[in-house]
C-alpha cells in the first residue's frame, strides 16, 4: 500500500500539472514571506506574480517595498528551499507597478 504523499505525485504527473502546481507553492511561500518580511500593515504593498527560469517575479507599489524585498532576497529563497527543496528558484526580480 502506498502513502498519500507518494500517491499525490503520481497523480501530479498522470494529469502533467506537476509544473503548475510547483509554480502555484512557489507564489504561496514567497507571498507568505513577503508579508512576514514587510512591517506590520505593508504587506500589501508588494505580490509574486510569476515564476520563469528560476526567477519569482514580484510587483512592488513603491520602491521602499522593493528595496527591503532585494535586501532579504537570501531568507525568502531559503525559506521557498526549506518548503520545496526539490525547486530550483534563484532568484527574485522586483519591479515597480501595479498589479
Known amino acids: 500500500m502506498q502513502d498519500i504523499k ?9 494529469h502533467q500539472i506537476t509544473a503548475q502546481v510547483t509554480t502555484a507553492r512557489v507564489i504561496e511561500v ?6 512576514a518580511v ?3 500593515g505593508h ?3 508588494a505580490t ?3 515564476v ?6 514580484v510587483v512592488c507599489k513603491n520602491a521602499g517595498a522593493a528595496n527591503l524585498l ?3 532576497e537570501t531568507r525568502i529563497l531559503n525559506a521557498v528551499k526549506k518548503i520545496l527543496p526539490t525547486t530550483r528558484i534563484d532568484r527574485i526580480r ?6
Do not use: C, M
Open 48 to 50: 509574486a506574480i510569476s
Open 52 to 57: 520563469r527560469d528560476g526567477t519569482v517575479n
Open 38 to 40: 514587510l512591517p506590520s
Open 30 to 35: 514567497v507571498n507568505g514571506e513577503i508579508f
Open 70 to 72: 532585494t535586501q532579504e
Open 43 to 45: 504587506g500589501h504593498e
Open 94 to 99: 522586483t519591479k515597480i507597478g501595479v498589479y
Open 6 to 14: 507518494s500517491l499525490l505525485a503520481g497523480s501530479l504527473q498522470r
